[in-house]
């Protein structure tokens, strides 16, 4: 059975930084590309940025919003994503969502709420 | 940037109506077009891969169609489970969803 299990979310100051996990299991991981897309309460899906596998350089590529500021990477031997959010702002305040990309988006995580205010 | 539109952004329907959602690219995505159905404080289900595809146990009154920048959702009878916001993606030039239609009890 195909898991993805999302963890780091939390409460954080604006400005400041957060590291989001995404735990896999149930497929190849190394050979999958690894998305993270973001849900506002109440609004809309927003695709945040990806990672390609080994075979394809560890590509990554980031939606505007987050460029310069978010950074994902991966760890195939421990089967895990990563988010790192800095400069954190009000409005990256969300359900962050980590996802598998084959032909679609079709292995989701459960989600981790992070929470960006004073 | 690819921006998606859909439309209509809401409806309301009965059990057992078709209903037909919109979803339109500012530019050529060929086929690159994927539908998502979402419930409440759940993670978005694809239903429909590369514009016309039924994913794998997905019933079959879910279809989509269409190419280019014009592509459409159909559900052929509205099931209760179907009540839902529905999301279209393209994956032509990097990803971009829709704002998404959400479809409630008429």
């Known amino acids: 059975e195909v898991q993805l299990v999302e963890s780091g979310g939390g409460l954080v100051q604006p400005g400041g930084s957060l590291k989001l996990s995404c735990a896999a299991s149930?497929?190849?991981?190394?050979?999958?590309?690894m998305h993270w897309v973001r849900q506002a309460s109440g609004k809309g899906l927003e695709w945040v940025g990806r990672?390609?596998?080994?075979?394809?350089?560890?590509?990554?590529a980031y939606a505007a919003s987050v460029t310069g500021r978010f950074s994902i990477s991966r760890d195939d031997s421990k089967n895990t994503a990563y988010l790192q959010m800095n400069s954190l702002k009000a409005e990256d305040t969300a359900v962050y969502y980590c996802?598998?990309?084959?032909?679609?988006?079709?292995?989701w995580g459960q989600g981790t709420l992070v929470t960006v205010s004073s | 940037d690819i921006q998606m539109t859909q439309s209509p952004s809401s409806l309301s329907a009965s059990v057992g109506d078709r209903v037909t959602i919109t979803c339109r690219a500012s530019?050529?995505?060929?086929?690159?077009l994927n539908w998502y159905q979402q419930k409440p404080g759940k993670a978005p289900k694809v239903l429909i891969y590369?514009?016309?595809s039924l994913q794998s146990g997905v019933p079959s009154r879910f279809s989509g169609s269409g190419s280019g920048t014009d592509f459409t959702l159909t559900i052929s009878s509205l099931q209760p489970e179907d009540f839902a916001t529905y999301y279209c993606?393209?994956?032509?030039?990097?990803?971009?969803f829709g704002p998404g239609t959400k479809v409630d009890i008429k």
């Open positions: 996802t598998r990309h084959s032909s679609s988006f079709d292995f």
């Open positions: 530019q050529s995505i060929s086929s690159s």
């Open positions: 149930g497929f190849t991981f190394s050979g999958s590309a």
């Open positions: 590369a514009a016309s």
């Open positions: 990672i390609r596998s080994k075979a394809n350089s560890y590509a990554t």
């Open positions: 993606q393209q994956s032509y030039s990097l990803f971009t």
